[in-house]
């Protein structure tokens, strides 16, 4: 096994698919978001897919694990070390087990119970999208004695674009208290302070006329836990407590200390305060923060903008994209931006297009038209308002 190297990055094969051939991979929650992706993803890489799930008819949790060569978890944070747990006495040496959990030390330390060989996986982001693009998975190798797992595995994550990070299990979920569990924290924290507005005469919609770019990434935030799962949020915060509570109670001594500040209008402190976590981020990491800032902030306020269409597309075609500028550009419709985002109500990306003039302009209009009328394209999109 090779080292990793001084960033902390395992060495990537090239591409090329995976090596060894065809294997069979068992996917242990198969019918969830991460289980479908994942299934979709080895299959199309040429690899036999089954899986097992509480959802649906599947094969039991025993044949999957019988007859996989890979196995990797994809349940719930609340249910993995139980499934682990009974998946355990069916596991046999040669396989690789993997698991794709937000937390890595107990759950390694369970699938280590097993005879397989053992690495978890924590991809640090949602599966709405083709491949990792360029996003972080961290690795924590646990168990390896068969060589040709480490180019099997680095190979699909080479292919899935994503970045390697390879880390200790424990430093792991320290730091997942600070990228996870805290930013998580502000936002319910937000949540439960808006549910006082009324108290106060106001509502989100009011607020929503006043929002600043920073209010609008914090709205966001909080969006996005609030539409999914409300178990899965309560337990990276339980699931991780032995580190998420210190981060919390740090957090708390700072938001008091803040408050005596601001209620004493100590200004002195305020300033210091910030000078303080100039001289830790360094100016390196506040301009490549400020930058990201500045992407983000563009990219909503264009996703805001009256003036701008939204084109699902049933499927993923290739050079479908290119059809719908064609038509666009043929009634001399202008474009302003350009934002493509993947949703569950369609298997295709969704294009957000941002118009020069009005979006019920008659050049537009026609343009659309033809769209919905074309042989080529009235199957295969849908057009809608933001």
Known sequence: MDPPDAAGKCPVPGSGGLPGGGRTIGIVGIAG?????LARRFAELGQQVIGTDVVGEHPSLAE???????VIFCVPIHETLATIK???PHSRSGQLWLDITSLKAEVLQAMLASRADVIGLHPLCGPDLPNWNGQTVAVCFGRLTRPEWEPFLFGFLNAM?????VTDPVEHDRIMAY??????????????TFQGLEAHGLSVSEIEHFATPPYRLAVAAMSRILAAHPELYADIQIANRQHTVVVLEELRRQAQDLMVEVREGDRTAIVERLNRGRQQFKSRNIQSGMKGFLQMSRVMAD??????????????QPGLLEKILAVLSKHGVNLSGLHSFKTDDYDGFSFHLGLTGPRDSLPVQKALCEMRNSAELRDLIVIEDP
């Open 33 to 37: 978001r991460y289980g479908q992706w």
């Open 86 to 88: 009974s998946a355990c």
């Open 303 to 316: 996703l805001n903008a009256e003036n701008s269409k939204i084109v699902h597309t049933r499927r993923d």
């Open 161 to 165: 674009q994503a970045r390697p990070y």
């Open 179 to 192: 990228v996870q569990a805290l930013p998580h924290a502000l936002s319910m924290m937000m949540i439960g």
């Open 64 to 70: 999957v694990i019988d007859r996989s060569d890979v």
